[in-house]
């Protein structure tokens, strides 16, 4: 059996791109730039369940995605989350937030979030996809 990712990552965010060992999606949820990071691994739900290799490499992936959100928006904060309460599947959020956001200075978690626009959320995807290629 390989690797799958949970249907409900499939039905609210869209694809991204693919590092090393994660798989990026954009979060359906137009209110903050929202980036997931999924470990390609199948039967992973905790960081501590990857091997030292995969540790390592996941660290390396959140810090080039935080550095990623922080170059393209101008933003006051960022929130990096590992929760899957929800969805088990080991994932981490890695969040733009801001301080005229929806719910700031509170969590993402307390608002209702808003879908993307079909040609917003392909802009910003594109303009992702070209970051992480510039980088590789």
């Known amino acids: 059996m390989s690797f799958k990712i949970d ?9 991204i791109c693919d590092l090393k060992l994660c798989t990026l999606r954009l979060h359906n949820n137009s209110k903050f730039p929202w980036i ?8 992973k739900t905790e960081i501590s369940e990857l ?10 992936e959140i810090v080039y995605i935080s550095k990623l959100i922080k170059k393209l928006f ?30 700031w ?6 608002i209702k979030g808003k879908s993307y626009d079909e040609k917003l959320a392909d802009s910003l995807i594109e303009k992702i996809r070209l970051y992480v290629k510039k980088k590789r």
């Open 105 to 110: 200075p509170l969590s993402v978690w307390v």
């Open 7 to 15: 249907k409900k990552f499939l039905k609210s965010s869209f694809y």
């Open 36 to 43: 997931i990071l999924i470990p390609k691994r199948k039967s």
């Open 74 to 103: 101008k933003i006051s904060k960022l929130n990096v989350e590992k929760i899957g309460n929800i969805v088990p599947q080991l994932h981490i959020h890695i969040i733009a937030r801001f301080k005229k956001d929806a719910s």
């Open 51 to 60: 091997n030292s290799k995969d540790q390592i490499l996941l660290m390396k």
